[in-house]
């Protein structure tokens, strides 16, 4: 007898089908700007971390598939506990999560008695936990104001602290020394280089960036700023040191402008992609509905203390 011929798991019209699962399951889909822009056409929310964690405290559904890195999904698995979360692909983690651990921050943490702990979003559940406050890159300036006359924690990303105490006139900040590797990819020297051959493009940066990619940029703001901006600037050219997922929002919004994406250390790689966002796949994002796995959950202990500062910075937002 002749063996079975395998199915294929994936129907022909992969994009249909995943949206007949989010009916079926009743489901809401959120997606980062840095996404293939095939998801980001699928979701029901696009945005970043800020916007995302808003759309996840008002989620009206059965099922949130979070089409990000693992610390956003925690951030709707805290949020909302009695939610189904999943995602596409759990090793879809992040650079600075990973590089400040739980234990590690709690020994920092001690050797700053006193000391005040705020907490960019893209950090752990664990970490979260033990900070009074978390922020954004589209928030952080005003989180930061909340402690003022109080010695302060930021973690984990350094470069977005110095931004952020530039910003502030905090000059004081203790800060956890991490960074995220797309953004401290992008070459100061050879943007430099790019902005001679482009004379009349504008320059805009987000803030995770080291201090002398953000000297040559015209604007620094969050992913959702720098979007706005590109759209509202009379730039016809614009230059663009973040990861390039955000390309497919501003192209849909103002298709006749050239968008050139900073440039990376390394001319061999596309080292300004992030590799943990892009592992999400429309095949994976299918399964994963299909499924309902893998599942983000946070131990209760965890999910009661991050929610705390979550949603003290959703009030403050």
Not at 5 to 26: M, S, Y
Not at 168 to 179: E, F, K, N, T, Y
Request: charged share 25%; aromatic share 6%; hydrophobic share 45%.
């Amino acid at each position: 007898m002749a063996e079975p011929v395998p199915q294929d798991p994936f129907p022909d019209d992969l994009e249909e089908a995943i949206l007949e699962l989010k009916r079926e399951r009743n489901a809401i889909l959120l997606a980062h700007y840095y996404q293939e822009s095939e998801i980001q056409d699928l979701a029901d929310v696009v945005g970043d971390s800020l916007a995302l964690a808003r759309a996840a405290q008002h989620a009206d559904c059965d099922v949130i598939a979070f089409c990000g890195v693992h610390f956003m999904a925690e951030t709707a698995a805290i949020l909302n506990p009695e939610r189904t979360v999943v995602v596409p692909d759990l090793e879809a983690g992040c650079s600075l999560a990973d590089g400040c651990p739980a234990d590690a921050f709690a020994d920092f943490i001690a050797e700053h008695p006193g000391a005040r702990v705020l907490t960019y979003i893209n950090a752990s559940a664990e970490v979260k936990a033990m900070s009074d406050l978390i922020c954004t890159s589209s928030n952080a300036v005003k989180m930061v104001q909340q402690f003022e006359g109080e010695p302060l924690i930021f973690a984990p990303d350094r470069h977005l602290a110095r931004w952020v105490a530039n910003e502030s006139g905090r000059d004081d900040l203790i800060v956890w020394q991490g960074a995220c590797v797309v953004h401290e990819q992008f070459s100061a020297k050879r943007l430099a280089v790019l902005t001679v051959k482009h004379p009349d493009a504008e320059v805009l940066a987000h803030p995770e960036c080291d201090q002398a990619v953000l000297d040559q940029a015209d604007f620094i703001a969050s992913t959702t700023g720098i979007i706005k901006r590109a759209v509202e600037s009379p730039a016809q050219t614009l230059i663009i040191a973040t990861e390039d997922g955000v390309f497919h929002q501003i192209h849909q919004k103002v298709p006749e402008k050239t968008l050139i994406q900073a440039p990376g250390m390394d001319e061999s790689c596309a080292c300004n992609q992030c590799p943990f966002m892009r592992l999400n796949t429309l095949e994976k994002l299918y399964l994963c509905l299909r499924d309902l796995e893998p599942r983000v959950t946070v131990p209760e202990g965890v999910r009661v203390g991050a929610l705390r500062p979550i949603e003290r910075m959703l009030e403050l937002s």
